[in-house]
């Protein structure tokens, strides 16, 4: 069993940056992939990035490529999602997840935090 727990939720201006967190309960965080995905009012809830247990592969979405950043922390149970040149269309709830394998598929993923607010104004 995981538990995980986003922080990092905030109001930026468009250009701007942030950097989400999410820390995880259990012994066993590290031989899970993480992942971050996010939901925007009235749409589906889509892939941002993923990670693998390791830390050696990642996966971007094309809309974050070259602006955000995956990372983790396996001493600290912490996975982080680094936000560089935010725009409008970022905003959106964002979840962290863990998986038994690094994946991009929504359905994959076995644990979900509660998720962190971001906006984005223009």
């Known amino acids: 069993q995981v538990q995980l727990v986003e922080s990092g939720r905030g109001l930026v201006q468009a250009g701007g940056s942030l950097r989400l967190s999410c820390a995880a309960s259990?012994?066993?965080?590290?031989?899970?992939?993480m992942g971050w995905f996010r939901q925007a009012p009235g749409k589906e809830r889509e892939f941002v990035a993923a990670?693998?247990?390791?830390?050696?592969?990642?996966y971007y979405a094309d809309s974050v490529k070259g602006r955000f950043t995956i990372s983790r922390d396996n001493a600290k149970n912490t996975v982080y999602l680094q936000m560089n040149s935010l725009k409008p269309e970022d905003t959106a709830l964002y979840y962290c997840?863990?998986?038994?394998?690094?994946?991009?598929?929504?359905?994959?993923?076995?644990?979900w935090g509660q998720g962190t607010q971001v906006t984005v104004s223009s």
């Open positions: 990670i693998s247990w390791r830390g050696y592969t990642t």
């Open positions: 259990g012994r066993t965080f590290s031989s899970y992939a």
């Open positions: 997840a863990a998986s038994k394998a690094v994946t991009t598929i929504r359905n994959d993923y076995d644990y």
